[in-house]
């Protein structure tokens, strides 16, 4: 019941968060804040993930082909499928929804129990359009960039890997990377990433708006918002990948 | 000035506001007294509409707050000014920038005007060239000044204090107080106070409403306080022994 409950909060909030904005200027200026914050500043994370996670997928692959049947240069094409389609898009989504997530709920719950939000509120601003439209504008507008970013990486961290340890030659991983390329691919993955992007911002948003108490709430609401945006992420990527690939 | 009538609010079982009425007149200050617990944030929360009455109504200038919806209450919102307990600055943002908020999102004045109109306030609380600190960089009475200073800088009709002293030293409320009086009489401004602190009530109490058990148990002015027969009013005036010293002497 508190889960239908809970859906039904999200909605409502969902609603006011898309309301008319009291000053354009404000919140541009707000959104261009958010990206540097929820997105530059994540590309650090993004960058050492995604080229230990490519150099790891080369490796396991390379060591797990058996047979000599099997060309070499699939060692480039199962990297870079399993990046594109799943590891950038879903693990770094997964990433951000514990970096991003955690301190998007914390924000906003440290400001719900220090009645900043209700000193908003009196002065007659939307407090949910102000603190998270620019965040989920900045985060569905930026984070496909990260991805973009994470994919590269990764699959240079594959090509790292496996050419410095002899398993395949440079020509090799390169032409498996080109081979059988579909740019729907692309267009799957940032799809997703859109997706992830709102679910991270709008799920750790809810949890930090409705904290309530001190200190260890707003501990617990960061948890939640970690724990409930991954889980809803999982989820919508089973769903998104039978709707847009099978 | 603002006026409610017949409020009752509950949270399930717990009738916090029993028919509550009251008038709180501009020009004054307007104090609302009583112990922990019997309803005096919950009764500001209602007034400024941060909660919803269960029934009865608010009313602003005879504008009844209670029936609007959120679009037609941002209109009055822009005349309300509240100082919170914790003062509730942005800590993201300067002083200045706090003071200019307000002025940013509901006015079309200029950078120029509203840094002016910020200069104007932070020396209208004493607190010039501290345009650009951080709200954690100020100690408790700066916060509450600065808060003030905030509150005050969209010229509101309507000013709401959450127990202004909470945290202060003695000087540093007297401080307090005398700025939240000085700026009532300059702007005639209708001025609620909640507070429990006895040394607000003697310094700035215009009229004191005393509430009790989520009633309007009494009201009157500094002078009437102090010489009532009143019990609840008398325990709580006279909670600490100091005070008793004190009546016994005055009697």
């Not at chain 1, 900043?116 to 930026?142: H, R, T, W, Y």
């Not at chain 2, 010039?128 to 009709?157: C, D, F, H, Q, T």
């Amino acid at each position: 019941m508190s889960y239908i409950v809970s859906i039904g909060k999200y909605v409502g909030m969902m609603k006011e968060v898309f309301s008319k904005p009291e000053r354009f200027k404000v919140y541009y200026t707000r959104t261009i804040s958010e990206i540097n914050t929820i997105g530059i500043n994540s590309a650090g994370i993004v960058a050492i993930l995604s080229v230990f996670m490519g150099a790891v997928i080369a490796l396991q692959t390379a060591s797990n082909m058996d047979s000599p049947l099997l060309p070499k240069y699939t060692i480039g094409y199962i990297t870079r499928s399993s990046t594109i389609l799943e590891f950038s898009p879903t693990i770094i989504s997964l990433i951000l929804a514990g970096k991003v997530g955690s301190n998007i709920a914390s924000e906003i719950g440290t400001m719900k129990v220090t009645e900043q939000i209700d000193a908003l509120e009196i002065m007659g601003v939307n407090s949910l359009s102000f603190l998270v439209l620019p965040k989920i504008i900045a985060a569905v507008f930026f984070f496909p960039f990260l991805i973009i970013f994470s994919m590269g990486l990764s699959i240079l961290g594959g090509y790292y890997s496996v050419t410095a340890s002899g398993l395949a030659s440079h020509e090799e991983f390169v032409y498996g990377v080109r081979a059988f390329f579909k740019t729907s691919d692309i267009i799957y993955a940032l799809v997703k990433t859109c997706v992830f992007a709102f679910i991270i911002v709008s799920v750790s948003s809810f949890y930090g708006y409705y904290t309530k108490g001190g200190a260890l709430d707003v501990g617990t609401s960061s948890t939640h918002a970690v724990v409930w945006s991954s889980i809803v992420i999982l989820l919508t990527n089973f769903v998104l990948t039978q709707l847009i690939l099978m | 000035m603002v006026e409610v009538k017949g409020i009752n609010k509950s949270f399930g079982d717990n009738h916090v506001l029993h028919d509550f009425s009251a008038k709180f007149e501009a020009g004054k200050v307007n104090l609302i007294i009583g112990q922990s617990g019997q309803g005096k944030s919950v009764l500001t929360k209602c007034i400024v509409g941060l909660m919803e009455v269960d029934s009865g109504s608010v009313l602003y200038n005879d504008r009844d707050f209670s029936k609007m919806n959120r679009k037609e209450r941002k209109g009055i919102r822009t005349e309300i000014g509240m100082l919170f307990q914790g003062s509730a600055l942005f800590d993201s943002m300067t002083v200045e920038e706090n003071i200019m908020f307000p002025l940013k999102m509901f006015t079309k004045m200029s950078k120029k005007e509203m840094e002016d109109r910020a200069n104007f306030c932070l020396e209208r609380v004493d607190l010039v060239g501290r345009n650009k600190l951080l709200p954690a960089e100020l100690s408790g009475g700066m916060m509450k000044r600065v808060a003030i200073a905030r509150a005050i800088s969209m010229k509101p009709k309507y000013l709401f204090c959450d127990e202004p002293n909470s945290g202060l030293d003695p000087s540093t409320s007297i401080l307090i107080d005398n700025l939240i009086q000085e700026i009532t009489y300059e702007y005639n401004m209708t001025t609620v106070v909640i507070t429990h602190d006895m040394n607000s009530v003697i310094e700035i109490g215009d009229h004191i409403v005393f509430i009790y058990n989520g009633r309007n148990w009494w009201q009157g002015t500094k002078e009437e306080i102090i010489k009532t027969d009143n019990k609840e009013i008398n325990n709580f005036v006279y909670a600490s022994k100091f005070m008793k010293t004190l009546k016994g002497k005055l009697a």
